[in-house]
C-alpha cells in the first residue's frame, strides 16, 4: 500500500565536501543541492561537457563489488552507498549530488561527514507529501549460493535488523539493530567500511584502494603478517610502522562500536536500498547481507511498488464497522439522495480518505444511460469521488456542517473500465499538498474488485455558509 503521511524534504542550502576517490586515489569535490519536489536523488557529473544525470534508482545498477555502482550511458557514479544513506537517514527526500569525478569520495569510511554536512546546513520542508510503500505482508529475497537473505515484514515504524557472519575467528559473528531511523546519525553513520587482509592484498594487486589508508577502513587481519607483506602494507599506507594488536584490527584502529562491522553493513542495507527511489515502511531483516542482495531486492521491492501503485487499490475489510455510515456522513455533507453518492468512509487520516458506494440498478441515471445496458455516468464516478474527498476536507473544521465544499479545478480525469450495477465502487483520495485556507487539492483513485475504474485531480475549497 501506498500512503502520503509527511511533507516532503530537502537541503536548506547547497553545501559541499571534498575527498579521495578510494579505489582512483583522485581529488574529488561533491555539492550536495536543494532539489525540486518530487526529484528525488541525482547524481550529477559536472566534469562531464555536458553534464550527464544519473538518478539514484536500482535500475541504474551496473555493478555491486566493493560498493554500489550507477552507470548511465557509459558514465559512471561509483561508491554511492555512503552518501545515500545519510540522505535517508537525515530523512532527505529531493537532493542533486554534483560531483566532479567517477566516485564518490570515501572520507573517513561511513557516512558521519556526510550526515555532518547535510546537519550543518539543515532540511528545508516542501509543499508535496512524500509517498512511502507500507509493507503489508512479508516480501522475501535470498541467495542460496552465499547464504544471503533479506525478508521484510510488515510494522508500523520502519526498522532494520542485520546479522554478519564471516566464519573468521576475527571478527565472528554479529547483528547490529536500528530501531528508529531518526537514530541513524547517532547510532550508524559513524560506522566505517572494512576488509580482510587477503581482500586488501588481492585489491593492491589490482592497483586498486589508492585512496585508501588505515583511516577510513577497518582491516581484519585473519592470517599471520610475514615480513614481506609488512613492508609492502607500509609503503602502500605510507607507514613507518604497522601492527596487528590484540583485538586483531590492524595498526591498533580504535573501533567507534564494539559491532562496528555489522552496524556498517546495516549502514550499507539502507544507502542501497535507498534505489528503491520511496521510502518503505516495514521491519526489514537482512541476514550475511552485500551490495548484491541489497540492490537485487531494491529491484525486486521497486517493481511491486510499481505494481501497487498501477493498482493502488486499498486493502479493506468489509466485515469491520465503517469509520462513519450514511447517516453520520449526512451530519457532516450536505448532499440528500438521490445525490448522496457515497455510503461508507471506511478510513479517515489527517491526509488520506476511503470510502465506498454500493453502485444497484435502483438508481435513477440508468433509466437513461443506457436502457439495456446500464452503465455508471463517468461524471456521476467523479462526483461519488468528491464527495468522498468532502469528508477528508471538512474533517479539518469542527463544525463541518456549517460548510459547504465546491469545486474549483478537475485534472487529468480517466475512464479506464465501466462501472455496472453490483459493482462496489471503491474510492481512496490523498491530499497532493497540506490544506491552505480551506483549498485542497486531492488526487482521487475509484477501484472496482481492485481495478481502477476511474481517477482524476481534484481542488475543491471550503466555505463558510452563508
Known amino acids: 500500500m501506498i500512503v502520503k503521511n509527511k511533507p516532503q524534504q530537502t537541503l536548506a542550502n547547497a553545501v559541499s565536501l571534498h575527498g579521495i576517490g578510494l579505489h582512483s586515489g583522485t581529488s574529488i569535490d561533491l555539492t550536495l543541492k536543494p532539489a525540486e519536489e518530487h526529484s528525488g536523488f541525482v547524481f550529477l557529473r559536472s566534469d562531464l561537457d555536458p553534464p550527464v ?43 542533486i549530488i554534483e560531483i566532479n569525478g567517477t566516485e564518490v569520495p570515501i572520507m573517513d569510511g561511513s557516512s558521519k561527514p556526510f550526515v555532518e554536512a547535510i546537519q550543518n546546513t539543515g532540511v528545508q520542508v516542501q509543499e508535496a507529501l512524500q509517498e512511502v510503500f507500507v509493507v503489508q505482508e512479508n516480501i522475501h529475497i535470498a541467495d542460496e549460493v552465499t547464504g544471503s537473505e533479506i525478508l521484510i515484514v510488515p510494522a508500523e515504524e520502519t526498522s532494520l535488523t542485520v546479522m554478519i557472519d564471516f566464519e573468521t575467528k576475527v571478527l565472528g559473528t554479529q547483528n547490529a539493530v536500528l530501531h528508529k531511523l531518526e537514530d541513524f546519525p547517532s547510532e550508524i553513520a559513524s560506522s566505517r567500511t ?36 609488512m613492508e609492502r602494507l607500509k609503503k602502500a599506507f605510507g607507514k613507518n610502522e604497522i601492527a596487528v594488536k590484540n583485538n586483531g584490527i590492524l595498526d591498533n584502529l580504535t573501533l567507534h562500536h564494539p559491532n562496528e562491522a555489522a552496524r556498517h553493513k546495516l549502514l550499507d542495507v539502507i544507502g542501497d536500498l535507498a534505489l528503491i527511489g520511496m521510502p ?5 531483516i537482512a541476514t550475511k547481507p552485500g551490495h548484491k542482495i541489497n540492490t537485487e531486492f531494491a529491484k525486486h521491492l521497486k517493481n511491486i511498488i510499481k505494481t501497487t501503485k498501477n493498482s493502488n487499490a486499498p486493502v479493506v475489510d468489509l466485515s469491520q464497522p465503517p469509520v462513519m455510515d450514511v447517516n453520520q456522513i449526512m451530519d457532516m455533507l450536505p448532499h440528500r439522495p438521490p445525490f448522496l453518492l457515497v ?13 465506498l458506494k454500493n453502485v444497484t ?12 445496458a446500464p452503465v455508471m455516468p463517468g461524471v456521476l464516478q467523479i462526483e461519488s469521488m468528491a464527495q468522498a474527498g468532502g469528508v477528508l476536507v471538512l474533517s479539518t473544521v469542527p463544525d463541518p ?11 487529468n480525469v480517466k475512464f479506464k473500465r465501466p462501472v455496472h450495477p453490483g459493482d462496489t465502487l471503491i474510492f481512496k483520495l490523498e491530499l497532493i499538498t497540506p490544506i491552505r485556507r480551506g483549498i ?21 475549497q471550503i466555505s463558510r455558509r452563508k
Do not use: W
Request: proline share 1%; hydrophobic share 40%; aromatic share 8%.
Open 343 to 355: 455510503d461508507k468512509i471506511l478510513e479517515l487520516s489527517d491526509t488520506h480518505v476511503v470510502g
Open 401 to 411: 456542517e456549517n460548510y459547504l465544499t465546491f469545486f474549483m479545478k478537475i485534472d
Open 53 to 95: 544525470e544519473i538518478p539514484a534508482l536500482a535500475q541504474f545498477v551496473s555493478k555491486t563489488e566493493r560498493g554500489t555502482t550507477l552507470s548511465k550511458e557509459g558514465v559512471e557514479i561509483q561508491t554511492t552507498e555512503h552518501i545515500l544513506a545519510a540522505l535517508i537517514g537525515c530523512e532527505i527526500h529531493n537532493c
Open 280 to 284: 518503505v515502511q516495514g521491519r526489514i
Open 194 to 229: 572494512f576488509s580482510f587482509l587477503h581482500e586488501l592484498e588481492m585489491l593492491l594487486d589490482q592497483d586498486l584502494i589508492k585512496g585508501g589508508d588505515l583511516n577510513n577502513a577497518i582491516v581484519y587481519v585473519n592470517k599471520t603478517l610475514d615480513d614481506s607483506t
Open 361 to 372: 440498478m435502483n438508481e435513477t441515471y440508468f433509466e437513461g444511460h443506457f436502457p439495456g
Open 440 to 460: 485542497c487539492n486531492m488526487r482521487g483513485y475509484a477501484f472496482v474488485n481492485g481495478q481502477i475504474v476511474s481517477e482524476g485531480d481534484l481542488m475543491a
